[in-house]
């Protein structure tokens, strides 16, 4: 197995499969990747563009090419010394009629051998719900829906299987009431079937007998019964009232209620992936669970076809440090003691001061902290306060982003998730009546305290345990407790207190082993599993959308309430990653990014021109006057959607787009309006996905058209273009600083497809889009001198000719930068600030990161994105004392204290340093 040095994220779908990424193999080899990190592989829903809608997970993906696909793809990477890392989903699976185990569990409910797989509320207060399962999937009413027809009876012959549909969706009838429907038939084979269905109830193995029924029934409905059966379905027919009664009749004797998308908020009773009602939870710290879902990856990891994995969304799972572990160990022992080490990434979100327990047996997290880390190095904090009262002047909102999370997680906990709240409430009052000295508390009492607290919560979620919380946990909770009673009244102070003991506060093997401690264990569990869905919807999926000060600082692991950082705080944090976790993942680009990572570099400049984009955007607004409207008495858009959409447009307009190309401009326009429509359904505040307000948006998509194509906007569109123009040059330069970074300190650095080249895209569905590899690979072959790549940086391959060079020597010196110390480098002079340098060593071995940051007024109107060596001026840089060449140049460059920057960052924007006796020929 060949070691982890870079990664390579492909996201495989119908449209690019595995053995489409054979013939790259070769591409990403030369470009000095070592690992293809994969999107989930085993078997989605049909057509799912993503994979993280798994239906089986017993088997490869057929849409991608099945396991035979996998396995070449594995071999034509194993030939090259390279690696395949999956990415694997332990959280969830898809609702679907295609979904095997789902499908059981509707037809046999509690009786399913596979009800306890999914976390499902059987047990449920209301009466109507008792051991039923909320399927919130009808477009309307129930009564609506059952009398337009669109719940239709039906009989699958060839399985035997008698079904409900609506639309797409597909629901089975339990067996039993087979027996209503055969004994209409009037045959006397099909009666003797209704009897041995009737008789399920009350038989030992029901399941079982069933697989022989419906093979009996499938028989016999290949002669003439199969008349006498679609005869039957007529007596069942919503087109008459009496057909009409008896299929509602027929429905509520299912193990399952179908209701209206509108009702799933407030009562369903199985949890969701965040608040997706088409993707239900697992319960994979359930042993059997655990086993069933991660069967095929077990074989596929001690077959050699995979190198290493990346779990999703590892806070969803009920107690992600027991499952990493128990991951660790299975892949350990599965692969033996003398085999390499096998990775192990989670993806988390971490908040400011919050860090990756060590004790979970990880690699680290897929390296959105790291992400944030650059974001905020590139920021210029005297850019904050301008960029702040232009946003608060102009939208009207708080420039508090956590005044914004706080609302939005309140909007949360009462609209997406209420159910997940409300669920979570009751099994705290039940708590509370099992002592006496808890029975007073009342169910208004509990919501009140309860909320307040997860309003409050200053990280997604903690990990208590058996043995209370670590002092990090412990931290977080009382800074929530603290939070909480600045909201609640000091009546309710004692329900927090006796929350906080009931959450963790008092270990739980402090209680007497029973049903009172399985309880309160279980809802711990469902405490940190509902944190952290209020924390993603509330942060990214909301105030990311309402805020926007600087929209490069909203996204993905990012903290907005937090603009810059200084250098040492960078060094610091890039010391700790090589203490805590040097193989864990760093990224500044992924499939859940909101704005690639050179539009986030070119907005940053932003922060160094405040006052001047301030201009800019009063100038934009004044010259829009004419394409706006009045909706609903309110001007549309509002003045902080349109303040988004300029940096939107600023951020992502494409190089060389010019302002009168009109077939250029619609086809921007198009990607954009399919990020104006998320984001304003996102907000939550004159839009949503659960009521959209058509009126508004259509509005709001009017002004955009009109803005991107009208002739009346062209002026507009001029004054866009010239303010992307003066800023695009340095923005390139901070993204070549950014790929520098990402790729030389400690960690291992992550490209996602198609990054090589300038990376401008939106949010889904936009930074997912085909990638032109054709294109790429010639570029890499040609080999331009960087003289002449600097001369047409706008066509982005001299990113990717960087990319490859520093990968590249990566690759020769492995351990240097897998296990090399890190050390910040001293630089004097009077642009000292504006520089990144750092040296990583291993043995007698070196590498010596040079970057720019903040860079504009070094750069000024320079067309290309190299500072002009001479405005450096006196700066100056202390290297160690030994021979030095440049990865980038080939050329041996002077070595000692007080080496002047301005001779080191003269042919390139920015460099790489090695010791000579390493350094081979350039590529």
């Not at 042993?287 to 990856?297: C, M, Q």
């Amino acid at each position: 197995m060949v070691e982890l040095r870079a990664t390579v994220r492909l996201q495989f779908h119908a449209g690019f499969s595995l053995d489409d990424a054979v013939p790259l193999v070769d591409y990403f080899a030369r470009l000095g990747i070592s690992h293809i990190y994969a999107s989930p592989l085993l078997k989605a829903r049909p057509g799912s563009s993503h994979g993280y809608d798994v239906i089986d997970p017993t088997c490869v993906n057929p849409e991608l090419g099945g396991e035979p696909a996998l396995r070449r793809l594995s071999a034509a990477l194993h030939q090259r010394d390279m690696g395949l890392i999956m990415d694997i989903v332990p959280n969830h699976m898809a609702v679907d009629s295609a979904n095997p185990w789902w499908q059981d569990v509707l037809e046999w409910g509690a009786a399913s051998p596979y009800a306890g797989f999914f976390d499902i509320t059987w047990r449920s207060q209301d009466e109507f719900m008792r051991d039923r399962l909320l399927l919130p999937i009808l477009r309307s009413d129930y009564l609506e829906v059952l009398k337009a027809g669109e719940i239709q009876l039906m009989f699958d012959a060839p399985s035997g299987r008698f079904f409900f549909t609506h639309f797409d969706h597909r629901m089975p009838l339990a067996m039993a009431c087979y027996a209503e429907i055969l004994q209409r038939t009037g045959t006397d084979a099909l009666a003797r079937i209704a009897d041995r269905c009737a008789a399920l109830t009350e038989e030992f193995g029901a399941h079982a007998l069933a697989v022989q029924i419906r093979q009996d029934l499938a028989a016999i409905a290949e002669d003439e019964s199969a008349a006498a059966i679609q005869q039957a379905l007529q007596h069942f027919d919503p087109g008459t009232a009496e057909g009409c009664q008896r299929l509602h009749g027929l429905l509520e004797c299912q193990h399952y209620r179908l209701a209206s998308w509108r009702t799933a908020n407030d009562d369903i009773n199985w949890r969701r992936f965040f608040d997706v009602n088409e993707l239900v939870s697992l319960r994979a710290e359930q042993p059997r669970v655990f086993e069933a879902t991660h069967s095929k990856i077990f074989e596929l990891v001690e077959a050699g076809i995979i190198d290493g994995l990346r779990i999703d969304h590892i806070d969803g799972l009920a107690n992600p440090r027991a499952y990493c572990r128990r991951l660790r160990r299975r892949v350990d022992r599965l692969l033996g003691s003398e085999h390499p080490h096998f990775p192990i990434h989670v993806e988390k979100i971490l908040a400011a001061d919050e860090r990756l327990p060590l004790d979970w047996m990880v690699d680290g997290t897929t390296g959105y902290e790291f992400m944030n880390r650059i974001s905020l190095l590139q920021h210029d904090p005297n850019g904050q306060t301008d960029l702040a009262e232009l946003w608060g002047s102009l939208s009207g909102r708080s420039i508090d982003f956590t005044e914004e999370v706080r609302e939005a997680r309140g909007l949360v906990l009462s609209n997406s998730l209420a159910a997940d709240f409300e669920i979570l409430c009751q099994a705290l009052l039940r708590l509370a009546r099992c002592s006496l000295r808890t029975r007073d508390l009342t169910l208004g009492a509990i919501r009140r305290a309860l909320r307040a607290l997860i309003v409050h919560y200053p990280v997604y979620r903690t990990y208590t345990n058996v043995c209370a919380r670590s002092a990090t946990d412990q931290y977080f909770f009382d800074r929530a407790l603290a939070g909480a009673r600045t909201e609640l009244s000091s009546n309710d102070w004692p329900v927090l207190e006796q929350i906080d003991r009931w959450l963790g506060g008092e270990p739980l093997h402090a209680s007497p082993p029973g049903p009172k401690r399985r309880v309160q264990q279980r809802l711990l569990s469902r405490f940190h599993q509902l944190t952290s869905p209020v924390a993603a919807k509330a942060v990214e999926d909301t105030a990311c959308y309402r805020s926007a000060i600087l929209l490069s600082r909203n996204d993905v692991g990012f903290d907005p309430q937090r603009f810059s950082a200084s250098l040492d705080w960078f060094h610091s944090q890039c010391i700790e990653q090589v203490q805590r976790f040097p193989l864990g993942l760093l990224t500044t680009a992924s499939h859940d990014h909101k704005r690639g990572e050179d539009a986030r570099a070119r907005l940053a400049v932003i922060s160094e021109h405040a006052p001047w984009f301030g201009i800019q955007v009063r100038f934009w607004r004044n010259l829009a006057e004419p394409l706006r409207s009045v909706v609903h008495d309110q001007p549309a858009p509002a003045p902080a959607d349109e303040l988004m959409l300029y940096q939107t447009l600023f951020s992502s307009w494409p190089l060389g787009l010019s302002a009168d190309d009109s077939s250029g401009c619609a086809a921007f326009a198009e990607r954009v309006l399919a990020w104006q429509r998320k984001a304003l359904r996102e907000a939550k505040l004159r839009s949503s996905w659960a009521a959209p307000d058509d009126a508004y948006e259509e509005a709001c998509h009017d002004f955009l058209q009109r803005l991107m194509t009208g002739h009346e906007a062209v002026e507009l569109r001029r004054a866009l273009v010239h303010a992307v123009e003066l800023a695009a040059c340095n923005g390139a330069l901070n993204s070549l600083s950014q790929c520098l970074l990402r790729m030389t300190a400690p960690g291992v650095p992550d490209l996602y497809q198609g990054c090589e080249y300038w990376d401008f895209s939106m949010v889904d569905p936009d930074n997912r889009r085909p990638v032109d590899y054709a294109l790429r690979e010639m570029s890499l072959r040609q080999s331009d001198p960087v003289t002449d790549l600097l001369r047409q940086w706008r066509d982005g391959h001299i990113k990717q000719w960087l990319i490859t060079r520093v990968l590249n020597a990566r690759r020769r010196q492995p351990e240097l930068f897998r296990q090399g110390s890190y050390q910040p480098l001293t630089v004097h002079g009077r642009h000292a600030d504006r520089l990144v340098a750092f040296c990583r060593r291993h043995g007698d071995q070196l590498a010596i990161c040079i970057a720019p940051r903040l860079a504009a007024p070094l750069l000024g109107d320079s067309e290309v994105p190299l500072i002009p060596a001479q405005r450096w001026d006196d700066t100056l840089i202390d290297l160690p004392a030994t021979y030095l060449t440049s990865v980038l140049t080939g050329e041996a460059v002077a070595s000692g204290p007080a080496v002047l920057v301005s001779e080191l960052l003269s042919a390139v924007p920015v460099n790489l340093l090695v010791t000579t006796q390493h350094q081979e020929s350039t590529p």
